[in-house]
C-alpha cells in the first residue's frame, strides 16, 4: 500500500488548505485513517483521525473546531480540511493508514504512511 498526500503549500494566517490523502495498490476503504505533522527536531504528533466508515473521528485539542477530516470510499480518498491556519501549523503533514477500522490517535496504530506534505502558514 502506497499512501500520497497532497495539498500542502504556503498561506497567510486565517487563511484556509485542503489536504488530500489517497492510497494506490490497495484500499484503505475498511481502514481508520489518521493525520499526523511533524517540524524539524519534534516528534511526529496527532492532528485527527477518522474511522473506517466516517462514524468517528478524532482531533487534536490544537485543531479542533478548525480542522475538519472527512473521506469518500468510493473514490478511496480521505481530507482534511483546514481552515483558520496559524503559524504554529506549519509542519510536514502526514497521512496513514491504521491496522484497525478505529480512528486511532497513537502513530504505532498506523501501518501503512505517505510521503508527507508541507504546509507553511505565514504570519
Known amino acids: 500500500v502506497q499512501l500520497q498526500a497532497s495539498g500542502g503549500g504556503l498561506v497567510q494566517a486565517g487563511g484556509s488548505l485542503r489536504l488530500s490523502c489517497s492510497s494506490s495498490?490497495?484500499?484503505?476503504?475498511?481502514?481508520?485513517v489518521g493525520w499526523f505533522r511533524q517540524v524539524p527536531g519534534k516528534e511526529r504528533e496527532f492532528v485527527s483521525s477518522?474511522?473506517?466508515?466516517?462514524?468517528?473521528?478524532s482531533y487534536a485539542d490544537s485543531v479542533r473546531g478548525r480542522f475538519t477530516i472527512s473521506r469518500d470510499r468510493v473514490r478511496n480518498m480521505v481530507y482534511l480540511q483546514m481552515n483558520s491556519l496559524k503559524p504554529e501549523d506549519t509542519a510536514v503533514y502526514y497521512c496513514?493508514?491504521?491496522?484497525?477500522?478505529?480512528?486511532?490517535?497513537?502513530?504505532?496504530?498506523?501501518?501503512?504512511w505517505g510521503q508527507g506534505t508541507l504546509v507553511t502558514v505565514s504570519s
Open positions: 496513514a493508514s491504521a491496522r484497525s477500522s478505529a480512528a486511532a490517535v497513537s502513530p504505532s496504530s498506523y501501518v501503512y
Open positions: 495498490g490497495r484500499t484503505f476503504s475498511n481502514n481508520g
Open positions: 477518522i474511522s473506517w466508515n466516517g462514524g468517528s473521528t
